[in-house]
Every structure is written in C-alpha cells, then in structure tokens.
C-alpha cells in the first residue's frame, strides 16, 4: 500500500501539477510532496496558488512538521527538503536544509526523493513532470531500486522536456505517461 506521492517539476510544469492536484480526490490517501524549482531570493506563493485549485489542503512544508495522509505539501524556497527516518504516517516528519544545491538549485528533487525513498521504500511512488534541467533523475533511480513505482511525464507532452528525459535515461521507470494517464494511475493506485 502506498504511503507518500514526491513530485518535481521545474520550467513547463506549473499548468502540469495544478491539473493533477485539481483531479486528486478530497479522500486521496497518500501524503503528496512538491519540489518545483524557483528562482533564489524569490518569495513563493505556489502553496497559495494551488490549495485554490486542490480539494486537498496545501501547505508549505516547515521544518520538524509532521507528515499527515491527504495533504499536500510544497518545499520552501532555497530549502531542501528531506523525511526524516520513520517508516509511518503521521509520525514522519520533514527536515529543511541549507546544504550547497545540487545541478544549481536548491530545493533539489533528487534530495526529496532520496531521502523519502530511504523512509518508504516501496510505498512510494515518484512523479517527474517538465522542467530544463536534469534534477530528479538520480533520486527517481534510487526510489526504482528501493522499490517504489515511477512515473514520468512523456517528453513529447513536456513544454521542457531535459528533466522527464533525462528520468527515462537514468532510471527504469514504470510509466511514461501524458498527463492525463498520470492521473488516471495515480487515483487507481489509491483506490486498491
């Protein structure tokens, strides 16, 4: 049974997640995490913008939170953010960090998803949407090889298609989706 949904995304991405997090259903079970790259020393309003569009509560993740079922949580900017070692929810919790960025950005995907492949193992599942850059592939590989399930955006529907390819490239991952199978497999995994 899966616990926890980690989704990145970068440049393209933004239209991408709103139309999955408006599809989730306000009984959704799992625990859903975002990193989305935003430009440093830039305030981020993206909890706002999409808790208008989600039936699930949104939230910027902070340090030591705990980590609640149907909710959704968005990395801080110029924070990484990584779970803390606990197996169960709600008692995981989130650790933000200020180590050096990893390929140039900070929040860094492959850091969330590590540091949650490390936790939950094979009841995760990793979504990599657009974006320029090639973050994400190395922890989308690691979640694969603890045994989570990995979708990826089909380059060919990506505005910027560098991070979903360079995922397929690195990792042998599950699905390689439009967005609206995503979806689809997302609430069915949910519903078993």
């Known amino acids: 049974m899966y616990k926890m949904l980690v989704i990145g995304l970068s440049a393209g991405g933004m239209s991408l997640i709103r139309q999955l997090l408006a599809a989730l259903p306000r009984d959704y079970s799992l625990a859903v995490v975002i990193v989305a790259h935003i430009p440093q020393g830039h305030d981020s309003y993206l909890a706002e913008v999409l808790d208008t569009v989600s039936a699930l509560p949104v939230t910027m993740a902070k340090d030591k939170e705990t980590i609640v079922a149907g909710h959704v949580y968005v990395a801080p900017p110029d924070y990484h953010l990584l779970i803390e070692q606990n197996k169960h929810l709600p008692l995981s919790s989130f650790a933000l960090s200020q180590d050096e ?36 592939a190395e922890g989308i590989a690691y979640i694969k090889q603890l045994g989570g399930l990995c979708m990826v955006l089909n380059p060919l529907d990506a505005e910027f298609s560098t991070m979903p390819s360079a995922a397929i490239a690195r990792a042998n991952v599950d699905y390689i989706a439009g967005i609206d199978d995503i979806i689809s497999l997302l609430i069915s995994v949910d519903e078993t």
């Open 101 to 136: 960025p990893v390929k140039s950005v900070r929040p860094s995907i492959d850091v969330l998803f590590a540091s949650a492949a490390e936790v939950f193992e094979s009841s995760l599942i990793a979504v990599i949407l657009s974006g320029a850059n090639s973050d994400g």
